[in-house]
């Protein structure tokens, strides 16, 4: 063979093996509709796109002060004389209709986002239905940065309160620990304020109270300092994590923000694991940039290609660890990297949905819980997209708390069909992963799917008992009820 044939052999290949994941995630942009589930005119759904539900009124509370409480005030007086109750919501992002009650009065909080900052003592008082980015592209024009918040910028401050989620920021409680109070308006219409040391009760009730004791209206937050950081990973073993994560983040104190992820493609599933750190630099942080939209779609559509797709759990993977060695050292703003839209990884197929739970799990039980639920996973029927660990310190703010020491959050992200049958097929792999998680010392997370009954529920939360007797001491009517009440009182 001729050195010209071979140079054109040796070329084609490479066009092939370069067209081949093109071509992958181009597939998956034209198989995708575009079509969404409409929410008829009367009904409200949340994030789970499985919980639609007829509701008597959907309300917007108004943006004023002065306006919300009379409003708010007035819904009350309403529903005690008709019988009805109330939800209250925000992005909606729950999974398990806790923003939500049949034929009930629902409040939208999201109107409710104003926003003041205390430079000086480092406080921001916001409004709860103000989204994280709200408050994240608010925040860095004074040269500050949300203290504690989830991966995603597109919940709301109330919300997240709500179901006290926790973030990425290196060895750090969950979100409650970063307020420093709020008011509420109570069942009685009256408002209340809330702290540590003011109503200590109901602040811890309040936070993870899922909406149950009334409605949040102003928070105050720690804020902290917006600072460059730079890029790290480290890829290994899984059973290597936590000692490599003793090494590499709790033992040094320039790590700001880390997450950790497991391959879940079939080969080698739960066999390779990467830490990606992001240590605090001398330099001066840029000002915050606005997303490149074609870039957004770029890392969209890589991400939803490994639905249902082996190759594509493969293809991305690679390109992701690829990636990490091309961005090492490079150096972003803390709240760029905060500032992520849960577009980015949007699922756009109307006969499907994306489906997340997490599990909370002590070191020392870290690696025998990874044996465990690889045969659980790899015999499930329902498709996993993704595995990230988060770890998160001990909690010690509220009353339903997952984290009742330091613990490692394991967060899955699955894709359903919507049918009868993968709904039971979820409901099925939901139940192993929960006993897994119990055989390993370990706790669920409540925001998900209703699959778990109310005596399990009680196995990982023996403190919901009082919980939901509290719940009647603020709320002797119940008048603040969602699913998630209905289902596990």
């Not at 070329?11 to 597939?27: E, F, M, N, Q, Y």
């Not at 943006?63 to 909606?92: F, H, M, P, W």
């Not at 490599?244 to 992820?261: A, I």
């Not at 990490?324 to 490079?330: C, E, G, M, R």
Request: hydrophobic share 35%; glycine share 6%.
């Amino acid at each position: 063979m001729k050195k010209k044939q071979i140079w054109f052999l040796i070329s084609l290949i490479v066009l092939i093996l370069i067209d081949i994941p093109i071509g992958h995630v181009l597939r998956t942009k034209w198989n995708e509709t575009g079509n969404k589930s409409e929410i008829p005119k009367g009904y409200t759904n949340d994030a789970s796109q499985l919980n639609l539900t007829k509701v008597d009124t959907i309300i917007k509370v108004p943006s004023s002060k002065t306006d919300i409480v009379k409003q708010l005030q007035e819904i009350l007086k309403y529903a005690r004389e008709k019988n009805l109750k109330i939800s209250i919501a925000g992005a909606q992002h729950s999974m398990g209709g806790h923003t939500i009650y049949p034929d009930g009065i629902l409040l939208n909080m999201l109107p409710y986002n104003h926003m003041e900052l205390d430079k000086a003592n480092n406080i921001l008082t916001i409004g709860s239905g103000a989204l994280w980015q709200d408050a994240i592209e608010y925040l860095d024009k004074g040269g500050k940065s949300i203290s504690v918040m989830q991966a995603f910028s597109s919940f709301s401050v109330g919300g997240s309160i709500s179901v006290n989620g926790h973030g990425w920021q290196s060895d750090s409680p969950p979100i409650s620990s970063s307020v420093l109070s709020f008011t509420l308006l109570n069942a009685e219409g009256q408002i209340v304020n809330c702290s540590r040391t003011e109503n200590p009760e109901l602040f811890k009730l309040v936070m993870g109270g899922y909406g149950l004791f009334g409605v949040i209206l102003e928070v105050k937050l720690k804020v902290v300092d917006n600072k460059a950081l730079k890029f790290k990973y480290f890829r290994l073993s899984p059973e290597k994590y936590v000692s490599y994560y003793k090494k590499l983040v709790s033992d040094n104190p320039k790590v700001n923000l880390v997450f950790g992820r497991l391959k879940i493609a079939n080969q080698e599933f739960l066999e390779e694991a990467t830490i990606n750190f992001f240590e605090e630099t001398d330099q001066k942080p840029l000002s915050l940039q606005k997303q490149n939209q074609k870039n957004q779609e770029i890392k969209r559509l890589v991400f939803r290609s490994s639905v249902r797709s082996e190759y594509g759990k493969r293809l991305r993977w690679d390109l992701e660890t690829g990636m990490n060695k091309v961005t090492q050292h490079a150096v972003f703003s803390r709240n760029e990297l905060l500032n992520d839209h849960v577009s980015l990884i949007e699922n756009k197929d109307p006969n499907a949905t994306d489906l997340l739970q997490e599990y909370f799990i002590p070191e020392k039980d870290f690696n025998q819980y990874l044996k465990d639920i690889k045969p659980i996973l790899l015999q499930s029927k329902i498709d996993l997209l993704n595995i990230t660990i988060r770890a998160v310190n001990k909690d010690e703010d509220t009353f339903l708390n997952y984290a009742r020491e330091d613990v490692f959050g394991f967060v899955f992200l699955f894709n359903q069909k919507k049918t009868e049958k993968e709904e039971n097929e979820m409901k099925v792999l939901t139940n192993l992963l929960v006993d897994a998680a119990i055989k390993n010392n370990g706790t669920f997370y409540l925001p998900y799917r209703l699959h778990i009954d109310k005596e399990k529920m009680r196995k990982v939360y023996p403190q919901a008992d009082r919980f939901f007797e509290l719940k009647k001491k603020y709320d002797s009517k119940e008048l603040f009820r969602n699913q998630f009440y209905e289902h596990y009182k």
